[in-house]
């Protein structure tokens, strides 16, 4: 049973820039939220997907948007990218916008 | 809005003593869940625990339990016999329902539990 995967691990922008993440959620799950979690911080909740839709958003600016897939994958695009767009991007993934996520391992930017 | 705390950032306990990490929470709703999950070096969020708000009883999971005070908006999970492979990041977690779903989490900033050998 797969859980959740991203990708990439990592990836090196600079300012200015734009970049799409990728998440698959775990097997049995229709529902992907994406966090953004700053060095020392707990997760930021950006937005959580279900039936292609964004459903919930949260205190994150216009330059972050993302789309669902019809096989429930995710991504989730940042443009106009800045130095405070540095991060790990987390996705995590529910059953039916269920309250129990399961996260994957997440991916590192870092905007030069 | 609700918001997430913890109180704690470090915490350090011998292996196989037992830990308590503290962590209260603010929310209008009567609907929400709780979490504790752990964040290894490796920097995947695993769940540890949760905790339905309308369940009196508190959760365990094998070494892991909670103390619930839901009158007092706390929330603390408590590690017996602590395990060198038990020392991560922990997060506090809240989850409410609203608009006919769940919305995201809501973290508080973390405690680093250090495992003494």
């Known amino acids: 049973d797969a859980g959740v995967t991203q990708s990439p691990t990592h990836l090196i922008k600079t300012r200015g820039q734009q970049v799409t993440l990728r998440c698959s959620p775990k097997?049995?799950?229709?529902?992907v939220s994406w966090y953004q979690q700053a060095l020392g911080q707990g997760p930021q909740f950006i937005f959580q997907?279900?039936?292609?839709?964004?459903?919930q958003r949260g205190n994150f600016p216009d330059r972050f948007s993302g789309h669902q897939f019809p096989n429930y994958s995710s991504e989730l695009n940042v443009n106009a990218l800045l130095l405070g767009d540095s991060a790990l991007y987390l996705c995590?993934?529910?059953?039916?916008?269920?309250?129990?996520?399961?996260f994957g391992p997440g991916t590192r930017l870092l905007v030069l | 809005a609700q918001t997430v705390t913890q109180s704690q950032p470090e915490m350090s306990v011998q292996e196989a003593e037992t830990v308590t990490l503290s962590c209260t929470y603010d929310?209008?709703?009567?609907?929400?869940?709780l979490f504790w999950y752990k964040q290894p070096p490796s920097r995947q969020m695993i769940l540890v625990i949760r905790?339905?708000?309308?369940?009196?009883q508190n959760a365990t999971e094998n070494r892991f339990s909670v103390n619930f005070q839901k009158a007092a908006k706390s929330f603390s999970l408590k590690i017996s016999d602590s395990q060198l492979g038990d020392a991560a990041m922990y997060f506090c977690?809240?989850?409410?329902?609203?608009?006919?779903?769940?919305?995201?989490?809501?973290f508080g900033k973390g405690t680093h539990l250090i495992i003494q050998p």
């Open positions: 997907y279900y039936e292609e839709e964004e459903r």
């Open positions: 995590a993934s529910s059953f039916s916008r269920g309250e129990t996520q399961y």
């Open positions: 097997s049995g799950h229709d529902t």
């Open positions: 929310t209008s709703e009567s609907d929400y869940y």
């Open positions: 905790q339905e708000a309308y369940k009196q």
């Open positions: 977690a809240c989850h409410m329902y609203s608009g006919g779903g769940a919305d995201g989490l809501t």
